[in-house]
Protein backbone atom coordinates (compact mmCIF):
# COMPACT_ATOMS: atom_id res chain seq x y z
CA UNK A 1 0.00 0.00 0.00
CA UNK A 2 2.74 2.25 1.17
CA UNK A 3 4.60 1.52 -1.86
CA UNK A 4 1.76 2.26 -4.71
CA UNK A 5 1.70 5.80 -2.83
CA UNK A 6 5.26 6.83 -3.33
CA UNK A 7 5.23 5.83 -6.83
CA UNK A 8 1.87 7.39 -7.63
CA UNK A 9 3.79 10.83 -6.16
CA UNK A 10 7.32 9.97 -8.15
CA UNK A 11 4.34 9.77 -11.70
CA UNK A 12 2.85 13.07 -10.50
CA UNK A 13 6.10 14.48 -10.01
CA UNK A 14 7.36 13.69 -13.77
CA UNK A 15 4.14 14.30 -15.07
CA UNK A 16 4.42 18.11 -13.37
CA UNK A 17 7.79 18.53 -14.71
CA UNK A 18 7.13 17.75 -18.20
CA UNK A 19 3.93 19.78 -18.30
CA UNK A 20 6.39 22.95 -16.78
CA UNK A 21 8.38 22.24 -19.70
CA UNK A 22 5.66 21.89 -22.03
CA UNK A 23 4.78 25.17 -20.59
CA UNK A 24 8.03 27.15 -21.82
CA UNK A 25 7.59 29.73 -24.73
CA UNK A 26 11.29 31.31 -25.95
CA UNK A 27 10.89 34.67 -28.01
CA UNK A 28 13.94 36.39 -29.86
CA UNK A 29 14.43 39.71 -31.13
CA UNK A 30 16.55 42.50 -32.05
CA UNK A 31 16.72 46.15 -32.71
CA UNK A 32 18.26 45.92 -36.02
CA UNK A 33 19.19 43.89 -39.22
CA UNK A 34 21.71 46.09 -40.35
CA UNK A 35 24.44 47.89 -38.65
CA UNK A 36 27.90 49.70 -38.68
CA UNK A 37 31.07 47.94 -36.82
CA UNK A 38 31.37 49.71 -33.57
CA UNK A 39 27.12 50.26 -32.96
CA UNK A 40 25.48 48.67 -30.10
CA UNK A 41 23.37 45.83 -30.87
CA UNK A 42 20.32 45.21 -28.29
CA UNK A 43 18.96 41.44 -28.23
CA UNK A 44 15.83 40.53 -26.16
CA UNK A 45 15.22 36.98 -24.81
CA UNK A 46 11.69 36.49 -23.49
CA UNK A 47 10.69 33.08 -21.66
CA UNK A 48 7.18 32.20 -20.26
CA UNK A 49 6.73 30.40 -17.39
CA UNK A 50 10.52 30.28 -16.71
CA UNK A 51 12.43 31.20 -13.48
CA UNK A 52 16.32 32.22 -13.58
CA UNK A 53 17.15 32.05 -17.17
CA UNK A 54 20.76 34.07 -16.52
CA UNK A 55 21.77 30.76 -14.94
CA UNK A 56 20.87 28.49 -17.48
CA UNK A 57 20.98 29.91 -20.81
CA UNK A 58 24.62 29.59 -22.19
CA UNK A 59 26.12 32.99 -23.99
CA UNK A 60 29.24 31.24 -24.86
CA UNK A 61 29.06 31.07 -28.25
CA UNK A 62 27.62 34.63 -28.64
CA UNK A 63 31.35 35.39 -27.87
CA UNK A 64 32.65 34.04 -31.38
CA UNK A 65 31.37 37.18 -33.05
CA UNK A 66 30.25 39.65 -30.72
CA UNK A 67 31.46 41.75 -27.46
CA UNK A 68 28.79 41.16 -24.36
CA UNK A 69 29.16 44.28 -23.23
CA UNK A 70 26.28 44.52 -20.48
CA UNK A 71 23.20 41.52 -19.94
CA UNK A 72 20.15 42.61 -17.72
CA UNK A 73 17.00 40.89 -17.06
CA UNK A 74 13.33 41.48 -15.86
CA UNK A 75 10.52 39.90 -14.55
CA UNK A 76 7.11 40.11 -14.66
CA UNK A 77 3.81 37.88 -14.49
CA UNK A 78 0.93 36.85 -17.64
CA UNK A 79 -2.25 35.90 -17.20
CA UNK A 80 -3.15 33.40 -19.74
CA UNK A 81 -6.14 30.87 -20.00
CA UNK A 82 -7.06 31.62 -16.42
CA UNK A 83 -3.37 31.49 -14.94
CA UNK A 84 -0.43 33.11 -13.55
CA UNK A 85 2.81 32.97 -15.45
CA UNK A 86 6.19 33.76 -15.02
CA UNK A 87 7.62 36.04 -17.68
CA UNK A 88 11.29 36.71 -17.52
CA UNK A 89 13.41 39.10 -20.45
CA UNK A 90 16.93 38.87 -20.77
CA UNK A 91 18.95 42.12 -22.33
CA UNK A 92 22.11 41.94 -24.20
CA UNK A 93 24.20 44.83 -25.05
CA UNK A 94 26.26 43.55 -28.20
CA UNK A 95 29.19 45.04 -30.46
CA UNK A 96 29.89 43.17 -33.32
CA UNK A 97 33.77 42.20 -33.48
CA UNK A 98 33.97 42.24 -37.46
CA UNK A 99 32.10 43.34 -40.38
CA UNK A 100 29.65 40.88 -42.33
CA UNK A 101 26.83 38.61 -42.06
CA UNK A 102 27.21 37.56 -38.18
CA UNK A 103 24.89 35.31 -36.53
CA UNK A 104 23.17 35.05 -33.32
CA UNK A 105 23.17 31.40 -32.72
CA UNK A 106 20.49 30.03 -30.87
CA UNK A 107 20.39 29.82 -27.44
CA UNK A 108 18.78 26.96 -25.32
CA UNK A 109 16.79 27.27 -21.84
CA UNK A 110 16.44 23.41 -20.87
CA UNK A 111 15.50 22.01 -23.82
CA UNK A 112 13.98 24.75 -25.23
CA UNK A 113 15.85 26.83 -27.41
CA UNK A 114 15.36 30.34 -29.16
CA UNK A 115 15.70 31.00 -33.27
CA UNK A 116 18.77 31.66 -35.01
CA UNK A 117 19.19 35.15 -36.07
CA UNK A 118 21.43 36.89 -38.79
CA UNK A 119 22.44 40.73 -38.61
CA UNK A 120 24.47 42.51 -40.79
CA UNK A 121 27.79 44.61 -40.23
CA UNK A 122 28.99 46.84 -42.19
CA UNK A 123 32.33 48.90 -42.28
CA UNK A 124 30.43 52.35 -42.21
CA UNK A 125 26.72 53.73 -43.01
CA UNK A 126 24.83 57.27 -43.22
CA UNK A 127 24.77 57.89 -39.54
CA UNK A 128 28.85 56.51 -38.82
CA UNK A 129 31.34 57.32 -40.49
CA UNK A 130 34.69 55.26 -41.71
CA UNK A 131 37.15 54.42 -38.74
CA UNK A 132 40.40 53.10 -39.61
CA UNK A 133 42.73 51.53 -37.43
CA UNK A 134 46.32 50.33 -37.52
CA UNK A 135 48.75 49.03 -35.21
CA UNK A 136 52.68 48.72 -35.44
CA UNK A 137 55.75 48.14 -34.55
CA UNK A 138 59.04 49.83 -34.89
CA UNK A 139 60.89 46.17 -35.03
CA UNK A 140 59.20 43.40 -35.97
CA UNK A 141 61.84 40.50 -35.25
CA UNK A 142 62.98 42.16 -31.63
CA UNK A 143 65.45 40.41 -29.18
CA UNK A 144 64.67 39.65 -26.04
CA UNK A 145 65.35 42.76 -23.70
CA UNK A 146 65.51 44.83 -26.75
CA UNK A 147 63.06 47.76 -25.94
CA UNK A 148 60.18 48.61 -29.18
CA UNK A 149 57.57 50.89 -30.03
CA UNK A 150 53.96 50.09 -30.32
CA UNK A 151 51.57 52.12 -31.84
CA UNK A 152 47.95 52.34 -32.50
CA UNK A 153 46.50 55.11 -35.09
CA UNK A 154 42.94 55.69 -35.29
CA UNK A 155 41.94 57.58 -38.22
CA UNK A 156 38.09 59.30 -38.22
CA UNK A 157 36.37 62.20 -39.28
CA UNK A 158 36.92 64.43 -36.29
CA UNK A 159 33.42 63.83 -34.68
CA UNK A 160 34.74 61.05 -32.19
CA UNK A 161 35.52 61.37 -28.97
CA UNK A 162 37.96 58.26 -27.56
CA UNK A 163 38.29 56.86 -24.35
CA UNK A 164 42.02 56.09 -23.93
CA UNK A 165 42.51 52.46 -24.32
CA UNK A 166 43.13 50.07 -21.28
CA UNK A 167 46.15 48.43 -21.11
CA UNK A 168 47.29 46.12 -23.61
CA UNK A 169 47.84 42.30 -23.67
CA UNK A 170 51.41 40.95 -24.08
CA UNK A 171 51.79 37.76 -22.10
CA UNK A 172 56.33 37.01 -21.73
CA UNK A 173 56.60 41.11 -22.19
CA UNK A 174 56.74 44.43 -19.96
CA UNK A 175 54.87 47.32 -21.17
CA UNK A 176 55.40 50.82 -20.43
CA UNK A 177 52.59 53.58 -21.63
CA UNK A 178 53.91 56.45 -23.82
CA UNK A 179 52.24 59.74 -25.02
CA UNK A 180 49.57 60.09 -26.82
CA UNK A 181 49.31 62.65 -29.41
CA UNK A 182 46.28 64.00 -32.40
CA UNK A 183 46.88 65.52 -35.67
CA UNK A 184 45.39 65.91 -38.86
CA UNK A 185 47.00 63.74 -41.88
CA UNK A 186 45.75 62.15 -45.24
CA UNK A 187 45.07 58.85 -45.77
CA UNK A 188 44.07 57.67 -49.95
CA UNK A 189 42.95 61.20 -50.48
CA UNK A 190 40.66 61.80 -47.70
CA UNK A 191 41.39 64.13 -44.05
CA UNK A 192 41.35 62.17 -41.09
CA UNK A 193 41.90 62.91 -37.80
CA UNK A 194 44.41 60.54 -36.02
CA UNK A 195 44.42 59.98 -33.25
CA UNK A 196 48.12 58.12 -32.17
CA UNK A 197 48.28 55.74 -28.74
CA UNK A 198 51.77 54.02 -27.94
CA UNK A 199 53.31 51.80 -25.77
CA UNK A 200 57.09 50.35 -24.86
CA UNK A 201 57.12 46.92 -25.11
CA UNK A 202 60.53 44.95 -23.84
CA UNK A 203 59.49 41.07 -24.38
CA UNK A 204 60.97 38.93 -21.31
CA UNK A 205 61.21 35.33 -23.58
CA UNK A 206 61.66 34.52 -27.09
CA UNK A 207 59.34 33.12 -29.75
CA UNK A 208 55.98 34.26 -30.98
CA UNK A 209 54.25 37.25 -29.20
CA UNK A 210 50.96 38.16 -29.37
CA UNK A 211 49.71 41.90 -28.52
CA UNK A 212 46.31 41.84 -28.34
CA UNK A 213 44.24 45.12 -28.24
CA UNK A 214 41.11 45.84 -25.94
CA UNK A 215 37.63 47.34 -27.37
CA UNK A 216 37.94 50.69 -28.00
CA UNK A 217 35.51 53.13 -26.67
CA UNK A 218 33.76 56.35 -28.69
CA UNK A 219 31.54 58.58 -27.93
CA UNK A 220 29.51 60.25 -30.48
CA UNK A 221 26.76 62.88 -28.96
CA UNK A 222 26.45 60.83 -25.86
CA UNK A 223 26.09 57.36 -27.91
CA UNK A 224 28.84 54.63 -26.93
CA UNK A 225 30.47 53.27 -29.72
CA UNK A 226 32.93 49.96 -29.20
CA UNK A 227 35.51 48.94 -31.88
CA UNK A 228 37.30 45.96 -32.09
CA UNK A 229 41.56 46.19 -32.83
CA UNK A 230 43.17 43.06 -34.66
CA UNK A 231 45.95 41.45 -32.16
CA UNK A 232 49.62 42.57 -33.45
CA UNK A 233 52.25 39.61 -33.51
CA UNK A 234 55.94 40.30 -32.90
CA UNK A 235 58.41 37.39 -33.75
CA UNK A 236 61.08 37.54 -30.29
CA UNK A 237 64.67 36.26 -30.58
CA UNK A 238 66.64 34.75 -27.85
CA UNK A 239 69.96 36.64 -26.58
CA UNK A 240 72.85 34.44 -24.96
CA UNK A 241 72.03 32.98 -22.20
CA UNK A 242 75.36 34.49 -20.45
CA UNK A 243 74.60 37.94 -21.08
CA UNK A 244 73.67 39.93 -17.92
CA UNK A 245 70.29 40.88 -17.59
CA UNK A 246 71.41 44.48 -16.77
CA UNK A 247 73.45 44.95 -20.20
CA UNK A 248 71.29 46.54 -22.79
CA UNK A 249 70.31 45.50 -26.19
CA UNK A 250 71.65 48.05 -28.16
CA UNK A 251 74.63 51.08 -27.39
CA UNK A 252 73.42 53.75 -25.25
CA UNK A 253 74.56 57.38 -25.40
CA UNK A 254 75.99 58.74 -22.24
CA UNK A 255 76.73 62.34 -21.76
CA UNK A 256 78.49 63.81 -18.92
CA UNK A 257 78.34 67.11 -17.30
CA UNK A 258 81.33 69.34 -16.74
CA UNK A 259 82.45 69.69 -13.82
CA UNK A 260 84.43 73.00 -12.14
CA UNK A 261 88.08 72.91 -13.19
CA UNK A 262 88.88 73.36 -9.37
CA UNK A 263 87.74 71.08 -6.59
CA UNK A 264 88.22 71.84 -2.83
CA UNK A 265 89.55 69.00 -1.13
CA UNK A 266 87.19 66.81 1.17
CA UNK A 267 84.28 68.63 0.00
CA UNK A 268 81.74 67.11 -1.66
CA UNK A 269 80.53 67.01 -5.14
CA UNK A 270 78.00 65.75 -7.70
CA UNK A 271 79.27 64.16 -10.77
CA UNK A 272 76.23 63.83 -12.99
CA UNK A 273 75.85 62.09 -16.46
CA UNK A 274 72.76 61.29 -18.92
CA UNK A 275 72.33 57.81 -20.08
CA UNK A 276 70.31 57.21 -23.29
CA UNK A 277 69.31 53.99 -24.47
CA UNK A 278 66.42 51.37 -25.35
CA UNK A 279 65.19 48.83 -22.43
CA UNK A 280 67.70 51.12 -20.13
CA UNK A 281 66.44 50.97 -16.33
CA UNK A 282 67.81 52.28 -13.28
CA UNK A 283 68.52 48.87 -11.29
CA UNK A 284 70.68 47.86 -15.15
CA UNK A 285 72.34 51.21 -14.76
CA UNK A 286 73.46 51.28 -11.01
CA UNK A 287 74.61 47.52 -12.51
CA UNK A 288 76.45 49.25 -15.62
CA UNK A 289 78.35 51.40 -13.28
CA UNK A 290 79.15 49.11 -10.73
CA UNK A 291 82.91 49.78 -11.58
CA UNK A 292 83.14 53.06 -10.03
CA UNK A 293 84.87 52.44 -6.81
CA UNK A 294 86.92 54.81 -4.46
CA UNK A 295 90.13 55.19 -4.75
CA UNK A 296 93.07 57.09 -2.64
CA UNK A 297 92.56 59.95 -5.39
CA UNK A 298 88.34 59.87 -4.88
CA UNK A 299 85.78 58.68 -2.27
CA UNK A 300 82.46 57.66 -4.16
CA UNK A 301 79.14 57.13 -2.65
CA UNK A 302 75.68 55.31 -3.78
CA UNK A 303 74.31 56.63 -7.16
CA UNK A 304 71.07 57.78 -7.33
CA UNK A 305 68.73 57.29 -11.26
CA UNK A 306 65.92 59.54 -11.70
CA UNK A 307 63.65 60.34 -14.87
CA UNK A 308 65.46 63.17 -16.90
CA UNK A 309 61.93 64.42 -17.91
CA UNK A 310 59.18 64.03 -15.43
CA UNK A 311 56.62 64.01 -18.38
CA UNK A 312 55.60 61.03 -20.50
CA UNK A 313 58.05 60.02 -23.21
CA UNK A 314 56.66 59.97 -26.88
CA UNK A 315 58.89 56.68 -27.68
CA UNK A 316 60.79 54.26 -26.00
CA UNK A 317 64.07 55.88 -25.58
CA UNK A 318 64.95 56.22 -22.01
CA UNK A 319 66.84 58.89 -20.76
CA UNK A 320 67.94 58.14 -17.08
CA UNK A 321 69.91 60.97 -14.94
CA UNK A 322 72.33 59.68 -12.82
CA UNK A 323 73.93 61.74 -10.36
CA UNK A 324 77.19 59.77 -8.40
CA UNK A 325 78.45 61.72 -5.04
CA UNK A 326 82.12 61.90 -4.26
CA UNK A 327 84.25 63.36 -2.63
CA UNK A 328 88.23 64.42 -3.40
CA UNK A 329 91.18 62.64 -1.46
CA UNK A 330 94.09 64.28 -2.34
CA UNK A 331 95.47 67.60 -3.91
CA UNK A 332 96.52 68.17 -7.39
CA UNK A 333 95.96 67.38 -11.09
CA UNK A 334 93.81 64.51 -10.75
CA UNK A 335 91.78 62.04 -12.98
CA UNK A 336 88.33 60.86 -13.37
CA UNK A 337 87.70 57.16 -13.68
CA UNK A 338 86.66 56.14 -17.45
CA UNK A 339 83.18 55.06 -17.60
CA UNK A 340 82.62 51.66 -19.58
CA UNK A 341 79.51 50.57 -19.79
CA UNK A 342 78.90 47.31 -21.71
CA UNK A 343 75.87 46.38 -24.40
CA UNK A 344 75.05 43.71 -26.57
CA UNK A 345 75.83 44.70 -30.04
CA UNK A 346 72.47 43.44 -32.62
CA UNK A 347 74.37 43.55 -36.10
CA UNK A 348 77.42 41.71 -34.85
CA UNK A 349 75.94 39.67 -32.12
CA UNK A 350 78.43 40.41 -29.49
CA UNK A 351 79.28 42.15 -26.36
CA UNK A 352 80.43 45.49 -27.00
CA UNK A 353 81.67 48.71 -24.74
CA UNK A 354 81.43 52.34 -24.85
CA UNK A 355 84.28 53.44 -23.45
CA UNK A 356 83.77 57.58 -21.76
CA UNK A 357 87.42 58.91 -20.79
CA UNK A 358 87.15 60.81 -17.39
CA UNK A 359 88.56 64.12 -16.93
CA UNK A 360 91.63 65.72 -15.68
CA UNK A 361 90.54 68.54 -12.56
CA UNK A 362 92.63 70.02 -10.19
CA UNK A 363 91.99 69.64 -6.73
CA UNK A 364 93.61 72.43 -4.00
CA UNK A 365 93.49 72.83 -0.57
CA UNK A 366 91.07 75.72 0.46
CA UNK A 367 92.99 76.62 3.59
CA UNK A 368 96.36 77.18 2.00
CA UNK A 369 93.84 78.97 -0.56
CA UNK A 370 92.80 81.09 2.66
CA UNK A 371 96.16 81.49 3.46
CA UNK A 372 97.68 82.42 0.17
CA UNK A 373 94.67 84.91 -0.10
CA UNK A 374 94.99 86.59 2.91
CA UNK A 375 98.76 86.85 2.19
CA UNK A 376 97.88 88.60 -1.07
CA UNK A 377 95.65 90.88 0.95
CA UNK A 378 98.21 92.16 2.62
CA UNK A 379 101.07 92.07 0.11
CA UNK A 380 98.14 94.72 -1.97
CA UNK A 381 97.15 96.34 1.50
CA UNK A 382 100.90 97.05 2.39
CA UNK A 383 101.46 98.31 -1.23
CA UNK A 384 98.48 100.87 -1.27
CA UNK A 385 99.75 102.12 2.25
CA UNK A 386 103.73 102.88 1.04
CA UNK A 387 102.33 104.42 -2.04
CA UNK A 388 99.98 106.36 -0.52
CA UNK A 389 102.88 107.67 2.16
CA UNK A 390 105.22 108.03 -0.82
CA UNK A 391 102.26 110.03 -2.70
CA UNK A 392 101.91 112.23 0.68
CA UNK A 393 105.34 112.93 0.86
CA UNK A 394 106.08 114.03 -2.84
CA UNK A 395 102.54 115.83 -2.88
CA UNK A 396 104.39 117.88 0.87
CA UNK A 397 107.88 118.30 -0.97
CA UNK A 398 105.82 119.67 -3.94
CA UNK A 399 104.12 122.53 -1.64
CA UNK A 400 107.03 123.16 -0.16
CA UNK A 401 108.54 123.99 -2.89
CA UNK A 402 106.12 125.94 -3.99
CA UNK A 403 106.17 128.34 -1.30
CA UNK A 404 110.02 128.35 -1.61
CA UNK A 405 109.11 129.66 -5.05
CA UNK A 406 107.07 131.99 -4.00
CA UNK A 407 109.16 133.09 -1.86
CA UNK A 408 111.87 133.49 -4.20
CA UNK A 409 109.80 135.51 -6.74
CA UNK A 410 108.89 138.26 -3.40
CA UNK A 411 112.58 138.64 -2.72
CA UNK A 412 112.90 142.40 -2.93
CA UNK A 413 116.87 142.65 -2.60
CA UNK A 414 120.25 140.49 -3.46
CA UNK A 415 120.39 139.07 -0.27
CA UNK A 416 116.99 138.32 0.07
CA UNK A 417 116.98 136.27 -3.18
CA UNK A 418 120.69 134.33 -2.27
CA UNK A 419 119.46 133.46 0.74
CA UNK A 420 115.93 131.76 -0.85
CA UNK A 421 117.50 130.32 -3.38
CA UNK A 422 120.07 128.65 -1.15
CA UNK A 423 117.19 127.31 0.85
CA UNK A 424 115.52 125.87 -2.47
CA UNK A 425 116.14 122.59 -0.95
CA UNK A 426 116.41 121.02 2.09
CA UNK A 427 119.15 118.89 1.33
CA UNK A 428 121.70 121.38 0.38
CA UNK A 429 123.73 122.43 3.38
CA UNK A 430 122.48 125.85 4.23
CA UNK A 431 126.54 127.48 4.34
CA UNK A 432 127.13 126.63 0.64
CA UNK A 433 128.08 129.67 -2.08
CA UNK A 434 125.78 130.71 -5.04
CA UNK A 435 128.53 128.14 -7.21
CA UNK A 436 128.29 124.97 -4.78
CA UNK A 437 124.60 126.02 -4.95
CA UNK A 438 124.43 125.41 -8.72
CA UNK A 439 126.68 122.79 -8.70
CA UNK A 440 124.34 120.67 -6.88
CA UNK A 441 121.49 121.80 -8.41
CA UNK A 442 122.59 120.85 -11.93
CA UNK A 443 123.18 117.55 -10.78
CA UNK A 444 120.05 116.54 -9.34
CA UNK A 445 117.47 119.12 -11.59
CA UNK A 446 119.10 119.27 -14.55
CA UNK A 447 118.45 123.15 -14.64
CA UNK A 448 120.27 124.73 -18.01
CA UNK A 449 122.12 127.89 -18.77
CA UNK A 450 120.05 130.29 -18.11
CA UNK A 451 120.01 129.43 -14.35
CA UNK A 452 123.52 129.60 -14.15
CA UNK A 453 123.38 133.10 -16.20
CA UNK A 454 121.24 134.26 -13.31
CA UNK A 455 123.59 133.22 -10.88
CA UNK A 456 126.19 135.11 -12.19
CA UNK A 457 124.57 138.10 -12.33
CA UNK A 458 123.09 137.90 -9.04
CA UNK A 459 126.84 137.72 -7.88
CA UNK A 460 128.08 140.37 -9.64
CA UNK A 461 125.38 142.64 -7.35
CA UNK A 462 126.47 141.09 -4.41
CA UNK A 463 129.87 141.25 -4.67
CA UNK A 464 130.45 143.77 -7.53
CA UNK A 465 129.68 147.10 -8.91
CA UNK A 466 126.45 146.60 -10.75
CA UNK A 467 124.14 146.66 -7.75
CA UNK A 468 121.75 149.25 -9.62
CA UNK A 469 122.33 147.76 -13.12
CA UNK A 470 120.28 145.01 -12.29
CA UNK A 471 116.64 144.84 -11.28
CA UNK A 472 116.34 142.23 -8.13
CA UNK A 473 112.78 142.23 -8.78
CA UNK A 474 112.83 140.83 -12.32
CA UNK A 475 115.85 138.74 -11.42
CA UNK A 476 113.43 136.92 -8.61
CA UNK A 477 110.48 136.48 -11.03
CA UNK A 478 113.02 135.45 -13.62
CA UNK A 479 114.87 132.86 -10.96
CA UNK A 480 111.45 131.24 -9.76
CA UNK A 481 109.77 130.63 -13.35
CA UNK A 482 113.06 129.00 -13.87
CA UNK A 483 113.25 126.97 -11.03
CA UNK A 484 109.44 126.21 -11.32
CA UNK A 485 109.94 124.67 -15.07
CA UNK A 486 112.94 122.44 -14.18
CA UNK A 487 111.85 121.08 -11.31
CA UNK A 488 107.49 120.44 -11.61
CA UNK A 489 105.86 117.41 -11.51
CA UNK A 490 103.43 116.87 -14.51
CA UNK A 491 101.03 114.97 -15.20
CA UNK A 492 102.39 112.28 -16.98
CA UNK A 493 105.41 111.90 -15.31
CA UNK A 494 102.77 111.44 -12.12
CA UNK A 495 100.57 108.75 -13.78
CA UNK A 496 104.15 106.96 -15.10
CA UNK A 497 105.63 107.00 -11.39
CA UNK A 498 102.58 105.48 -9.91
CA UNK A 499 102.50 102.69 -12.75
CA UNK A 500 105.87 101.97 -12.22
CA UNK A 501 105.26 101.64 -8.20
CA UNK A 502 102.30 99.64 -8.78
CA UNK A 503 104.46 97.00 -10.95
CA UNK A 504 106.58 97.19 -8.27
Known amino acids: MVSRFWLLCLLAGVFGSSQAVADVHMAINTDKQSMALGEALTVTLTVEGASDIVSDVNLAKLKQNFNIYSVSTAASKLHKKGRSINVETMTLILYPLHTGKLTIPALHYKDKHSTALHVSVLAFNKQLSKVVFKTASDNAHPLVRQEVTLTLDIYDDGSLQWTAPHEIVAPGAHLR ?26 PLRDGKLNVEFPL ?26 YLPVYVPIGKPVVSVQDLPVKLALHRPVNWVLTVQGNGISAEGVRGLLSTLRSDAAFNFYPLTVND ?25 TQKMPDINL ?15 PGAH ?50 ATSAEDLQRALLHFDPAFASNITLQEWLSNMRKNYGVDEQLTLLVQKLEKVLYGSDEH ?12 ALLKCGTKISRFEMRAWINKMTRK
Do not use: C
Request: no cysteine.
Open 177 to 202: RLAESQSEETLDGVRYTLHRYAWALM
Open 216 to 241: LDAFKFGTRLRYPVAPLRLDVAAVPA
Open 308 to 332: NDGTRATSALQVLRVTVPFVPEQTG
Open 342 to 356: PYYDPATARVDSLLV
Open 361 to 410: IRVFNPVWAVVVEVLSGLVLLLSILGMSYLLQKTLRSSRKKRLILHGISR
Open 469 to 480: AVDITKLAHTAA
